[in-house]
């Protein structure tokens, strides 16, 4: 039996994305990164991923229209109200497909995978008692984020780079005790953004779970756009994800 596997990726269409090298590219075509996943998951041979797209819903009704045009066979279209960041998508697309999977791919829309092979070193490490592999893990404390982090909190790990895979019996295990998956606020200030990353994965190190990450093998990027700069970690190793522009 093959294990299931819904690759959600966290789209956003808006000013926000308004970064100068961007600005181009979306006026010709809002729809870019979309087609993008779309072109690198029609390239797999495998009926072991289906993939939920999921757009803020105030978007222009022609673009809703083209997008709805993809949505059948592997790929799932959602409209969603913009809250809470990538968090928020991930955590309430996660909590609508609950039992229909195995594991889930988190991915932002400005992202991709860089070969076609890229869930196995995942999936190799998502196992005792790990619920979450991603590009980075780092650690949290007061004394780092005095700004998000209490001063009574021991450190903990966190999804510093947080695309990656999570295990769907994980997810129902902190869903039927938290009746929500990830710890988050859906605030669409910078400020939550930020707080949410650090603490998304909170409820599952708080009860026992793992998290890890896959430098070991392979380097992690993070683009970040408003200074148009490429970080690159383990940068001599061979990469699983890449951005699609810098």
Not at 95 to 102: C, F, G, V, W
Not at 143 to 158: K, S, T
Not at 180 to 194: C, M, R, V
Request: proline share 5%.
């Amino acid at each position: 039996m093959n294990t299931r596997v819904n690759y959600i990726v966290a789209n956003y269409i808006g000013p926000l994305r308004s970064y100068a090298h961007y600005q181009g590219l979306f006026d010709k075509d809002p729809l870019f990164f979309f087609k993008k996943h779309i072109d690198f998951l029609s390239k797999l041979n495998s009926d072991q991923i289906t993939a939920t797209f999921v757009f803020n819903d105030d978007i222009d009704p022609k673009l809703k229209f083209e997008l709805l045009g993809y949505n059948f066979g592997k790929f799932e279209i959602i409209f969603r109200k913009n809250s809470g960041f990538s968090y928020g998508i991930w955590n309430d697309t996660i909590i609508k497909n609950l039992n229909d999977y195995d594991f889930f791919f988190l991915i932002e829309d400005d992202y991709i995978p860089s070969r076609l092979d890229f869930l196995d070193p995942f999936l190799d490490r998502l196992k005792d008692k790990v619920a979450f592999v991603c590009g980075l893990i780092e650690e949290a404390s007061p004394d780092r984020f005095p700004d998000h982090v209490p001063y009574y909190e021991d450190p903990f790990p966190f999804p510093s780079i947080s695309n990656g895979l999570i295990s769907a019996e994980a997810c129902r295990t902190i869903f039927k005790k938290y009746e929500t998956i990830f710890k988050i606020n859906l605030n669409n200030d910078y400020n939550s953004a930020y707080t949410n990353q650090i603490y998304f994965c909170k409820y599952f190190t708080d009860n026992g779970y793992n998290i890890t990450d896959t430098l070991d093998e392979f380097s992690s990027s993070y683009n970040n756009a408003t200074q148009r700069e490429l970080v690159i970690y383990g940068d001599k190793k061979p990469s699983l994800l890449e951005p699609i522009i810098i």
